[in-house]
């Protein structure tokens, strides 16, 4: 039996050879997911958009995998200028609304090619 499965969005495909995240026994670790809209690939310049499209991915990848956002237990993210995080919180707030069941989030400076403003990767823990 294979302990290790990767896991593969149609939505979000990658360049390299790689899985969108990988899952062993109960334990899913993402690789960076970032705002690329599934229609033309392309990244949108406004950070609002690309912040939609990212946690519509985290939602699809983590469902993939089996589980739901209610089995993330810590996410990061990487922004260009962390101060815009007001525009990260009601995409946050809507994918985990319960004050008192929301993932760890960690927020860090990144430096990204082309237009994008974020990026971030999740580690979720699925029901057996």
């Not at 950070?47 to 699809?60: G, I, P, S, T």
């Not at 809507?94 to 580690?123: E, M, Y």
Request: glycine share 4%; hydrophobic share 40%.
């Amino acid at each position: 039996m294979v302990r290790r499965v990767s896991i593969y969005s149609d939505d979000f495909p990658h360049a390299n050879p790689i899985p969108a995240a990988c899952r062993i026994d109960n334990m899913v670790y993402s690789a960076v997911i970032y705002g690329r809209d599934p229609q033309t690939q392309r990244v949108p310049e406004e950070l609002d958009r690309q912040c939609a499209l990212m946690f519509e991915h985290v939602c699809k990848i983590v469902r993939a995998a089996g589980g739901a956002p209610e089995d993330i237990i810590k996410m990061t993210l990487w922004m260009e200028d962390k101060s815009h995080r007001a525009v990260v919180n009601p995409y946050w707030e809507s994918v985990f609304p319960d004050p008192a069941s929301r993932p760890a989030r960690h927020t860090l400076d990144g430096k990204f090619d082309g237009n994008t403003l974020i990026q971030c990767d999740f580690i979720a823990v699925l029901s057996r």
